[in-house]
């Protein structure tokens, strides 16, 4: 068989170990020969292609970053372009298709199969977190743990000058990033999109911890909490997504809590720094997981589902459902950072 593979969207550490566990197993399995696909979806329309044998991924399991390349192309955005992305799946000659990515890339995988009858797999990739169908997407973890060492050193920084340190995260619409890198790091408090608090219930903490000692505080933020009265961003990709980094919440968070509290407050934004970089040793063992069952289930002929990670053992689902609707955090989940709020 001769399988494609793509990397869609943002960059996320682990999306070399997959592409290696994948080809490795396909090639050295079943014999299946691989295409990779560049720039995600364009590298389909565009018939951008490299080689991608045992030799292109050797060396690349630690490496951040993916070596096929990403973008946020929707082919759907333009006129004709499921038929594009169809006609190119077969004048390229390809068999299968692995699409590495996450809610839109694989929206766009689960309307190629649907559509067309392309056969896909798909692969759960996001530092978010919010895919439904699978309890954790690789990346995230490398992500959170980026975001922790982070708020570790703002501490030093914080207790050293009494003030307030704001720390955005990424994490899109949902707090998946916040509320895991706010527990671990030791947070005063966490603002996330799905489960908000208004601004005066952080300015009222901050205040109480400070009557009851402690001359500074740590507040996480998800860049998708939407803070009253601010602008919500106005650019959009393809797939008519806000672009976040427009909005400046944490900074405009810091403004209002220094102005409510007289405190001196400073933001950080770690932005991309979260999404780059080697992959952590739980991440590299899930993408290589993920890899290796999407190779499994090429070779079976089972397509139009995606690969998922339930409880602690990877099955597959329909891709349906995997784009379904975002997860967010539980309120349960969230409930045990919250008990540990100034
Ligand atoms: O989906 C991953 C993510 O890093 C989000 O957390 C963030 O909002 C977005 O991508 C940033 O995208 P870009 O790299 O296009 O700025």
Known sequence: MKVGLLTGGGDCPGLNAVIRAAVKVGAGRYGHEHLGLLHGWRGLL???????????????????????????????SRDGGGEEAAAAFADLGLDALIAIGGEDTLGVARRLHEDFGINVIGVPKTIDNDLSGTDYTFGFATAVQVAVDAIDRLHSTAESHDRVMVVEVMGRHVGWIATYAGLAGGADFILVPEHPHPVTDVVAAIKRRHEAGSEFSIVVVSEGYELEGADTGEAVDEFGHVDLADVDVGQNLAARIGEATGFDTRSVVLGHIQRGGTPCAADRVLATRFGTAAAHLVAKGTFGRMVALVGDDVRDIPLTDAVAELKAVPPERFAVAEAFFA
């Open 46 to 76: 565009e018939k951008e292609t490299m080689p991608l044998g045992p030799d292109e991924v050797r060396g690349i399991l630690h490496r951040g970053g993916t070596i096929l390349r990403s973008s946020r192309t929707n082919p759907y």
